[in-house]
């Protein structure tokens, strides 16, 4: 099997001169990835429109930060951070999240899209 296999499901038939053909299905999934984050709770994964969040909450310098990262297809493809924000998340229908606790310049709950 090679790295750069195409994903998804085939039909093989294998053969040989004392072998009678004999197909099956040969499904290609993406690698897997471990996820290893510090101070994981149980709302650390949500689903995400394509993929998974991470949630990793923090406390440094007084304050408490969550950085969210998206893993598809087995790597990370997003990550974004959220000061003063607590480790509660919303997910939303389209695979957004809202994070609670932490407001933005215009006082709005923020949301995560990436």
Known sequence: MSSTASLGSFN???QGS?????????????ARTLVSERNM???????????????????SDGKQKLTLRRYAGG?????????DAAEKT?????????VLG??????KPPRSTA
């Open 18 to 30: 004392k072998v009678a053909p004999v197909t099956l299905n040969l499904l290609v999934k993406p």
């Open 41 to 59: 709770s149980s709302e650390a994964l949500r689903p995400a429109a394509n993929g998974v969040w991470v949630g990793q909450s923090s406390y």
């Open 90 to 98: 919303i997910p939303v229908p389209d695979g957004s999240l809202y």
């Open 75 to 83: 790597s990370q493809q997003a990550e974004v951070t959220f000061p």
């Open 12 to 14: 093989v038939t294998f």
């Open 102 to 107: 932490a407001l933005n310049n215009e006082k």
